[in-house]
Each structure stands twice: as C-alpha cells, then as structure tokens.
C-alpha cells in the first residue's frame, strides 16, 4: 500500500493566498470525529452521531487559508493477537476470511487510506480523536497503531491527539490528570504523537 507522505506545497504562487492545509480526522466509534470536523469547518456540515461508511470531505477558508477536513469512518478494532494465536493453532486457520466472527471489527472497507486519497496529495496533520468518556486501553492503541502503520511509517511525526468529552470529567479534573490517571495505553499515544494533543473546543463551550 502506497505510503502517504505529509505534504508542503508552497500554495499560489504569486503569495496572494496562504498555502492549504489538510486535515484528516481519524478516530474509533462516537469518539466525535464529526463533531470535531464540524467544530473545525464551524457549520454543521456533516452528519453527526450516526456512524459513516465511508470518508467525506469538507472545505472551508480560515483568515484566507483554504482547510480540507477528511471526516472518516471509525478505525478498525483488531483483532485479539490471543485470537489469533489459536487461530494459528488451529487446523482452518486458513478459513478466517470465511468466519466473520475472526475478522477485524473494521465498520468500512475503506481504512484510513482513503481518507488520505480524498485529500491529495495527503493530510498536513492526522488528528486522532479520543473521546475521554470511552475507555482506551490495548485494543485501542493496536487500532491506533494499525491505522498509522496503514498510513506510512512517518506519519506520527504529523499527528496529534484531540480529546473529547472533556466537559464529563469532573471539573477539578484536568486532561493531564485524566492522561496520567487512564493509563498505559493512553499515555503511549500521546508520546507516539510527540506529546501533541488538543482538547476540543466543543468540550470548552
Ligand atoms: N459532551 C460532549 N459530547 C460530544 C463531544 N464531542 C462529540 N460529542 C457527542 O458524541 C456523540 C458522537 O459524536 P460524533 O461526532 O458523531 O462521533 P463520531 O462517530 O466519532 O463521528 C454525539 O452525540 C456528539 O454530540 C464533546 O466534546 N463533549
Ligand atoms: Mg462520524
């Protein structure tokens, strides 16, 4: 699969527009990737809390700068490697494309790498969206993982965590706390990220 390289075009040549900026928002399900797209577009342009199949794109222009936002489809939930162990035990491993119940809980056929094709050529910046109301443990970094891998190796050097939901945790609770207290798993992701993570801004109004 091709690797998808963060982008630097130079915008209009003759400087009169800022260059665009890409956006590709991935995330596992209600974890408010289209609430979060929405937020950055600032109108409702897509659907929010039904499930999508597929990406979908949005524009907008911010202080001149035109922004394309790639809304995805939640990632893939792997599959358990104690799973697959016994799969690899068993006399029909073989026959997993066949039992849907082995299969990767992925809701689309799409993966992130569409997203990234419909905004060409690649995002500028991978936005994980982590709602802090869900839990996020192994399952959920090997999702984040296998996403990104899907993505090319480099790709975490431009990705950044978004955290929503943040208005449910107690108001002594800041998201630093909240990252030290959720453990492992999470702490992970946002050193895999460069320690670059965002509280969403829905989570502030
Ligand atoms: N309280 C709260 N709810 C949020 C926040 N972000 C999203 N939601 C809600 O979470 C649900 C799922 O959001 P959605 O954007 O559709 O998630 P998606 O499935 O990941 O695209 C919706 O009911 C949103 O209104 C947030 O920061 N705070
Ligand atoms: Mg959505």
Redesign the pocket.
């Known amino acids: 699969m091709a690797a998808v390289s963060s982008a630097s075009d130079t915008g209009d040549p003759r400087g009169r527009h800022p260059p665009e900026r890409r956006l590709l928002i991935l995330?596992?399900?209600?974890?408010?990737?289209?609430?979060?797209a929405n937020s950055i577009l600032g109108d409702e342009v897509f659907d929010?809390?039904?499930?999508t199949t597929h990406s979908n794109v949005g524009q907008t222009e911010i202080y001149g700068r035109r922004v394309t936002v790639v809304?995805t489809p939640?990632w893939a939930i792997p599959s358990d490697p104690e799973d697959n162990a016994e799969a690899d035990n068993d006399d029909n491993a073989g026959a997993e494309l066949d039992n849907p119940s082995r299969a990767p809980q992925s809701l689309d056929s799409e993966g992130p790498c569409m997203g990234a094709i419909l905004c060409p050529p690649g995002p500028h910046a991978i936005l994980l969206?982590v709602?802090v109301t869900q839990p996020f443990g192994d399952t959920e970094r090997r999702a984040a993982e296998e996403q990104l891998g899907a993505l090319g190796g480099g790709t975490w050097r431009y990705s950044m965590v978004v955290f929503?939901?943040?208005?449910?945790l107690p108001k002594e609770v800041f998201i630093e706390e909240h990252i030290a207290n959720t453990g492992e798993s999470l702490q992970w992701l946002v050193e895999r990220c460069g320690s670059r993570y965002i509280v969403?801004l829905?989570?502030l109004t």
């Open positions: 995330g596992g399900p209600q974890s408010g990737k289209t609430s979060t929010i809390g039904t499930e809304d939640p969206v709602s929503t939901g943040v208005d449910k969403s829905l989570s």
